[in-house]
Each structure stands twice: as C-alpha cells, then as structure tokens.
C-alpha cells in the first residue's frame, strides 16, 4: 500500500520569502512522486514528478524538489513567493508510470502575503 | 501539451435523476482513464479506473451500479451518476495516462461540478 502525508494544511508566506511545503511518503515499492497544484474550481497541473532519475527534480513556475530516500520525503520549495502561487497543492504517490492510479495527500493551502 | 476535456463543467440536477459526464483526451490515445471525487476543502478521492473496452475497477466503497463508467475508445470515458442525491453533489476530476508526446504521465481534466437539489 502507498500513502502521503503533507505536512501543514495551510502555509501562510509573504512574497519573496521562501516556500516550503513538506510531503512523506509511504511505498512497498521504489516510488514515483508528483507534486500538483489547483487553483480554485480548477482541475490539478503536474508541477514536476520523481520517475527514478535525478534526486533533485525542478518543475514549472521555479519549484523543485529533493527526494530522498532515507528520509521518505519529497519537500517541495520555491527560493521566492509571487502572489500567483497562491493555490492549493497536492503531493501524489504511484507506483509506475502514467497507467498506475494516483495516491494523494491531503493538500497545502499555501497563502502569499503582500 | 496534452489536453483533456471535461463536459460539462458544471450541472446542477433534481435528486433522483441521472447526470453523465464525459472525459475526453484531445491529442493523444489514454490507455487508462481515472475518476476522482473531491468534496469542498478536501483531497481527491480515486473512485475507479478504467481501461479502454474493458470493465471499470472501483475502489472500496464505491458503489459500481450507482456510478456507471464507460471507457468505449481511447479518447473518451463517461461517468454517470444514476439516481443522484444531495449526497452525490460534489467536484468530479478525470484524469487520462498515456503517452503525450515523449512524456507518459496523467493529464486531468478541469474538472465537472455537481449539484443535486
């Protein structure tokens, strides 16, 4: 069985501070890790994905993030807050590629403070 | 990039009646489609998967008779409520896998909100 957990339902930051948001994970197997974002009454755009590869994955937007395993984790952060990063976002474990079914966290409400 | 469609976007009904949504990927052949559920302030819930000309698989506690999925082609999935209740008001996410390009990943679709009144 696989499953996330996220840290923190809500993150508050002002712009241009560092963005943070934590996900663990649990998997039987090597893992695949992707990081979502939705905006309100939006369906979920990929941020960037862990398929085995490079540890330190960067995505859209000027997210990356670290997985490591020994630590079970796939924290996902920006250097600098922008008001449009404003969103909900989703850490999602799977155990292969795009046929595999998706398990979610909980989601982070992240707010960006002016 | 890859594309999928969710029609329509937002449907209210009666409660008893039934509604259909469709999942449609645009440019690319989605093996597998995948409906999720989220309630207001909530994760998305996998409520079944389906693959192309086959019999959808549903998640623990999904009742199969009462959410109807159809994968007919590799460009389209239906999902329908049948005999909606307040309960069933909620936003449905589909999500197709298969290969876009150079990229096999899962492309969700905008997502479908229900209201049954």
């Known amino acids: 069985a696989q499953s996330v957990t996220q840290l923190g339902s809500h993150v508050s930051v002002s712009e241009g501070a560092l963005v943070l948001l934590r996900c663990n994970y649990s998997?039987?197997?090597?893992?695949?890790l992707f990081w979502y974002v939705q905006y309100p009454n939006q369906g979920l755009q990929l941020l960037l994905k862990?398929?085995?590869?490079?540890?330190l994955v960067k995505g859209i937007n000027g997210f990356e993030a670290e997985f490591k395993k020994s630590e079970t984790s796939f924290h996902l952060t920006k250097p600098s807050a922008h008001m449009s990063d404003a969103a909900e976002y989703f850490c999602?474990?799977?155990?292969?590629?795009?046929?595999?079914?998706?398990?979610f966290g909980k989601g982070t409400l992240l707010t960006v403070n002016p | 990039g890859a594309v999928v469609s969710q029609h329509p976007s937002w449907v209210i009904c009666k409660s008893g009646t039934s509604v259909k949504i469709e999942c449609r990927s645009l440019?690319?052949?989605?093996?597998?489609m995948f409906w999720y559920r989220q309630f207001p302030k909530q994760s998305l819930m996998l409520m079944a998967t389906?693959?192309?000309?086959?019999?959808?698989?549903?998640e623990q506690g999904v009742e199969k008779d009462k959410f109807l999925i159809n994968h007919a082609s590799l460009t389209l999935s239906t999902l329908t409520v049948t005999s909606a209740h307040p309960e069933d008001s909620s936003f449905y996410i589909c999500s197709a896998g298969g290969r876009a390009g150079a990229s096999y990943e899962q492309y969700f679709g905008p997502g479908t909100r229900l209201t049954v009144t």
């Open positions: 862990y398929t085995s590869a490079a540890t």
């Open positions: 389906s693959n192309e000309g086959s019999k959808a698989t549903y």
């Open positions: 998997s039987s197997v090597p893992p695949y």
């Open positions: 440019d690319f052949q989605a093996t597998t």
């Open positions: 999602a474990v799977s155990r292969g590629g795009s046929n595999y079914k998706l398990t």
